[in-house]
């Protein structure tokens, strides 16, 4: 079982995704922005992080960036309802500054699955 | 992935084959009148590729069946100019009062520049955005009563809304693909 933080301004989509993470066994700590995701230590207290890409205020590219100053092995996976723009984008963004994957909203909850399992380095079919 | 449909309505003619062999006839149905495309309501959309031989009335008669269709074929009028083969795009758009009239004849005046390519392509990329996360809420949500569903008539109904999800999901990106076309082409 892992800590996972899900960060998304949209509750809908956090929910959902929290769900199904806690479906998996994970324990889940959801945060509505990047601001109160970095507020304190909670994040860093954690095995992985979800973070959308496009938010209010703090967004996900300045979470990645604070991340990787103060604990560069926290891996992150970076989600964006940017679509699937291949260059230019957010997302690519997101991976260049070491997101360990990064999902095009809408996903399937079979791709976030496999890229949760393979940020917490677990096997492909086992469940934790 | 399903294959989008391709029609070509045109009566036979010398013209036609050589339309056909200039484009490629693989994967497109073609008909000979406007009686074949009678009770196809349901099929999902497509091109539909009008030849240059039917009578104004043959023309007007598919536009008009296909104003009511829920998912009516994009038509077009195929005409050679020159060396080319053109492809003219024929719809009926909804339909307006006679009040209709009045406010274009004051149009000139009245009516602002067009809007900016780049406030469109922004409009656009907002739309993409929001429709994403609404699909997002919405596919994970399905997908998650499906891992649940034990009864076959409610698992049926929820991959339905599953397929549906898919479907919105493939348009929404028809937007970002003509966002990042537009950008590519110069546009913010």
Redesign the interface.
Known sequence: MAKILVLDDDADVRQGISRFLRSLGHEVVEAADGRAALKGEGAFATDLIITDINMPEVDGIEVILALRERNPHLPVIAISGGGRVPKGSLLEDAGALGAVSTLPKPFELAELRRAVDLALGLPGEERP | MSRLSLLVLWPPSQEREEFLAAVGADGMEVVDSPGALEGRQGEGWGILLLGPTLSPEEILGVLWRERSKATPWATFLVRREGEEWRLWPLAFGPSLGLEALANTAGAPEEAGPLPDVNWILRGL?KI??????????????V??LL?EADDPDRTNSLQLIERQ?RRL?AL??D???I??YG?ASGGS
């Open positions: 990329g993409a955005h929001d429709t994403n996360n609404a699909l997002t809420a919405g596919l994970t949500e997908q998650l891992m999800f999901r929404a990106g937007l970002s693909r966002r990042a950008k």
